[in-house]
């Protein structure tokens, strides 16, 4: 579809246009200074948020920005 936003939330079934960056690490897994990202819209960044630190895995939210 044309009307779908070219980066969307990483949220399950989710098409929204990404507008935050939830920057995370398994440190069971990951050296401390590596990051994955998730990438969420107004909706899901809580749940998002939360899921990752429940299991103490989110290490910063920050305003997504994506570069041209």
């Not at 936003?5 to 989710?14: E, F, H, L, N």
């Not at 098409?15 to 050296?31: C, E, G, V």
């Not at 960044?45 to 103490?56: A, I, P, S, V, W």
Request: net charge positive.
């Amino acid at each position: 579809m044309d009307d779908e936003p070219a980066v969307q939330c990483s949220a399950k079934r989710c098409r929204s246009a990404a507008r935050w960056a939830l920057r995370w690490n398994n440190p069971k897994l990951h050296d401390a200074a590596y990051r994955k990202t998730w990438l969420a819209c107004e909706q899901h960044r809580e749940t998002l948020g939360q899921f990752l630190e429940l299991r103490g895995f989110l290490r910063e939210v920050t305003a997504f920005r994506p570069t041209p």
